[in-house]
């Protein structure tokens, strides 16, 4: 399915899904991260968790295999955090940008998250 010198493509996956939920990840970690008792368990669960445990078939690099509903569970952590985050932290106008990108990151990647709750069963031919 890859190309020479292109990315991992995942079938489920999409650029705009992808880089959204880029995105969502840096907004939860910068807006989780503003308190200096946050910036730890900030950067344990909010870049540990996703960088460590991913699903066969849903990234190129495999750390730790991770079924696919565990895996749609560490993203909703960090949707949730990306969106409650910014609300406590950041001013109004960010705040509503930061949940609009977040909304679209899901609505973007529904296809995979669909993909990922039915265990990510491997593409045939």
């Not at 010198?5 to 880029?22: C, E, K, M, Q, V």
């Not at 969106?83 to 406590?88: D, F, H, Q």
């Not at 990647?109 to 990922?116: D, E, F, K, Y």
Request: proline share 8%.
């Amino acid at each position: 399915m890859g190309n020479p010198g292109h990315t991992f493509d995942n079938p489920y996956d999409n650029p705009l899904s992808a880089s959204t939920r880029f995105a969502v990840e840096i907004i939860a970690w910068v807006a989780a991260s503003i308190s200096l008792w946050l910036v730890i368990p900030a950067i344990a669960i909010l870049i540990g968790l996703p960088a460590i445990f991913s699903t066969v078939g849903d990234k190129r690099k495999i750390v730790v295999a991770t079924p696919g509903p565990v895996r749609v569970a560490i993203e909703l952590l960090l949707y949730v955090v990306a969106i409650a985050a910014p609300w406590t932290v950041w001013p109004l106008w960010l705040a509503v940008l930061t949940t609009a990108i977040v909304l679209i990151a899901i609505a973007s990647g529904l296809r995979r998250t669909r993909w990922l709750l039915k265990g990510a069963p491997t593409v045939t031919g």
